[in-house]
């Protein structure tokens, strides 16, 4: 039996050779095939982006946010259309056309809403279709990982502090809100990738920072016996050294994940309760990951590399 596979876009790498143009030009030229698979042709105009590195270049009509849409048929299941949606909303999708009962279609949207920051969406009792239009924001990606960890530093307090309750409602839209941040922040640092190598390998970094984060928010929130379980010093300096990676990262520390490193791999010898020591272990691997994702971004830096990881002669 044959199985139809959808083919995915693969990379194809052609050679050029840079040209002269002029006294002061260089050109090069694009094969025949890509051109017309892009809708370019003599005047059209295209996006350089240069980032010390390497040169991209992207056709102006993608660049300037032509409007993407997607259709989603919610008689698959519930789950698979909610998905679907949110999937769209990572690509970059700005409109998707949802059928589906009234009923579903609420539901669906109520979901959406604790996982995308903000949308516009129409439901109409009459119709079977509806219409959802995601907002376009205008932020970095490091200004918002910067506020996904204030999130967590609020979270943590309340934990050192014994005001974390399984049972409380505030936790649940710690949840949601980490979970509408992380989303917003996967389609940012996508958006960042046609701009050049430089700026895709920060999408890459932005990407696991964010899911650690978020890691450790879902973490904290569902271990309230774990921490109630601790005593008051061995909880601060659990909690501390999470904090601790993450700004450091943050911060571009790297003296600062190299001391997270050391220190983070001898706290679970201090702990005894077999359960407590289970989450101090998974707080502890998430720390020592963020490290390492800090010191590999290093090793990207020439003059951090030659500081840091270079031998003292």
Not at 184 to 209: C, H, W, Y
Not at 285 to 305: F, P, Q, T, W
Request: contains cysteine; proline residues 3%.
């Amino acid at each position: 039996m044959k199985v139809a596979v959808e083919e995915l876009n693969m990379v194809e790498h052609e050679p050029r050779k840079v040209i002269r143009v002029g006294l002061r030009s260089l050109a090069i030229t694009i094969p025949k095939r890509w051109a017309s698979e892009l809708g370019l042709a003599p005047g059209s105009t295209v996006d350089l982006y240069y980032d010390g590195e390497s040169i991209a270049i992207r056709p102006r009509s993608v660049s300037e946010g032509e409007e993407l849409s997607v259709f989603v048929d919610a008689s698959e299941g519930f789950e698979r259309a909610l998905r679907k949606i949110i999937s769209s909303f990572l690509e970059g999708v700005t409109r998707v056309r949802v059928k589906a009962d009234y009923g579903t279609a609420l539901k669906l949207f109520a979901e959406l809403r604790k996982r995308i920051p903000s949308m516009l969406t129409i439901a109409d009792p009459k119709s079977s279709f509806h219409t959802i239009v995601f907002t376009e924001y205008r932020i970095e990606p490091q200004e918002l990982l910067k506020k996904v960890v204030a999130v967590l530093e609020n979270l943590v307090e309340m934990a050192k502090e014994g005001r974390l309750r399984c049972s409380d409602g505030d936790v649940d839209e710690v949840l949601h809100e980490v979970s509408r941040l992380y989303h917003l922040g996967i389609r940012l640092s996508k958006a960042l990738v046609p701009q050049g190598t430089k700026r895709a390998l920060e999408a890459v970094d932005n990407i696991f920072m964010l899911k650690y984060v978020r890691d450790a928010v879902e973490l904290i929130a569902s271990s309230c016996r774990e921490l109630e379980a601790m005593d008051d010093g061995l909880r601060a300096r659990i909690l501390d050294t999470l904090i601790a990676s993450i700004r450091s990262f943050v911060d571009n520390d790297i003296e600062g994940l190299l001391k997270v490193i050391d220190y983070a791999r001898r706290i679970p010898e201090s702990v005894g309760s077999e359960r407590v020591r289970r989450f101090v272990e998974k707080v502890v691997e998430a720390s020592v990951m963020i490290a390492e994702l800090g010191l590999s971004r290093c090793v990207r830096s020439k003059a951090c590399r030659c500081r840091h990881f270079y031998p003292k002669l």
